[in-house]
């Protein structure tokens, strides 16, 4: 493992210290940065009513949500939905497992995964409450609307960009090999506006740890005029023990 090559985790606060702890225990540079925000809104939960499908597209939302309901017992006859497993297990904690629809273990973790659980669930359609940040993908919406669901979106929380300080930045257009950890479209656009307001560029050389396709495809844009192997990504289930060896074999082949 390269000690100049940096490993940057920038999920948001609160969210990169244990998986830190244990990439520093293997040896690695580590590097916290968060690329965006999270702020609550002050918004309502809905009223759920027996029949509603309650859709959590992250645990952001499953915080908010349950913030806000104070302690309330969870409706009866109400299913909750979850796009990835992280989100599954934190309404877990909240709502009985028999009334929770999620991917399965090895399903990618995004909304074309959840609505074929949803249709092999056979729910008649009825409300259906997509829970979310202020911005999102309205994929599953359209989707649920064109089945006959009616469809509400709740913003219960807004993510903005962090703009990273001049050392942050130049940790990474400066590496040569280094392994980023990217979980949104959104915290790629981050970093690449804090790289610009620095004046500086993306690495020549980056490796990459995610969770999609479509973030692994936004990067592949980015460096479609580099070299051959500037740009490698390894795809991995969002949970903490899949992330640490998806970066730890990132970092050793730098």
Do not use: K
Request: proline share 7%; with cysteine; charged share 20%.
């Amino acid at each position: 493992m390269d000690p100049q090559a940096p490993v940057v985790l920038t999920r948001p606060a609160g969210r990169n210290e244990s998986l830190a702890r244990a990439l520093r225990a293997a040896g690695a540079t580590v590097i916290e940065a968060p690329a965006l925000a999270i702020e609550r809104l002050d918004a309502a939960v809905p009223e759920f009513r027996a029949g509603d499908l309650c859709v959590f597209v992250s645990r952001q939302a499953v915080d908010a949500c349950f913030d806000g309901r104070a302690g309330a017992p969870w409706p009866d006859g109400v299913r909750a939905a979850a796009v990835g497993a992280a989100t599954a297990r934190a309404l877990r904690a909240h709502v009985p497992e028999d009334l929770v629809l999620a991917p399965g273990a090895g399903a990618t973790p995004d909304s074309e995964s959840l609505l074929a659980v949803i249709e092999a669930a056979g729910l008649a359609p009825g409300r259906a409450h997509i829970l979310r940040a202020q911005r999102g993908r309205d994929w599953l919406a359209r989707q649920l609307r064109a089945r006959g669901w009616a469809v509400e979106c709740h913003a219960l929380y807004r993510r903005g960009p962090v703009a990273w300080d001049r050392a942050v930045c130049a940790a990474l257009a400066d590496s040569s090999g280094c392994t980023l950890l990217l979980t949104s479209p959104e915290a790629v656009d981050a970093v690449a506006d804090s790289l610009r307001r620095q004046g500086l560029d993306w690495p020549p050389a980056l490796r990459v740890v995610t969770l999609h396709e479509r973030i692994a495809r936004r990067l592949q844009c980015i460096y479609a005029d580099r070299p051959a192997g500037a740009l490698t990504v390894r795809l991995s289930a969002p949970d903490e023990a899949a992330l640490f060896q998806a970066i730890l074999a990132s970092a050793r082949s730098a």
